[in-house]
């Protein structure tokens, strides 16, 4: 069972960090993986990072504005958004997965999914 939060309201260059956090203690063992939905489109791959922590992956338009990190000792999972721009806007949901890999999956092939946090990039 995976919950985010963190969404919200940004300007045109805010912040924002969103998280996801586990319910239980098998966290440490999962690769997460974030996707987002913006209305009317399909769910696109975001960011994962493996299970340890030392492998992280970006979709190009991403890369070098957000992060993806963990606190296993927490069992949660961190997206930080800079540099926001107003087609960031989605929802934003994380996803775990046994599967070693940070390469993005079919929805089917993942563990858990979180119901989502909304960001919104508007001034």
């Known amino acids: 069972h995976l919950v985010e939060s963190g969404g919200g309201l940004a300007q045109p260059g805010g912040s924002l960090r969103l998280s996801c956090t586990a319910s239980?203690?098998?966290?440490?063992?999962?690769?997460t993986h974030w996707f987002r939905q913006a209305p009317g489109q399909e769910r696109d791959f975001v960011a994962a990072?493996?299970?340890?922590?030392?492998?992280?992956r970006y979709t190009p338009s991403t890369k070098g504005r957000f992060a993806v990190s963990r606190d296993n000792a927490k069992n949660t999972a961190y997206l930080q958004l800079n540099s926001l721009k107003p087609e960031d806007t989605a929802i934003y949901h994380c996803?775990?997965?046994?599967?070693?890999?940070?390469?993005?999956?079919?929805?089917?092939?993942?563990?858990?999914w979180g119901q989502g946090t909304q960001v919104t990039v508007s001034s």
């Open positions: 996803a775990a997965t046994s599967r070693p890999t940070v390469m993005p999956l079919s929805p089917g092939e993942y563990d858990y």
């Open positions: 239980d203690g098998t966290f440490s063992t999962y690769q």
């Open positions: 990072i493996s299970s340890d922590g030392t492998t992280t």
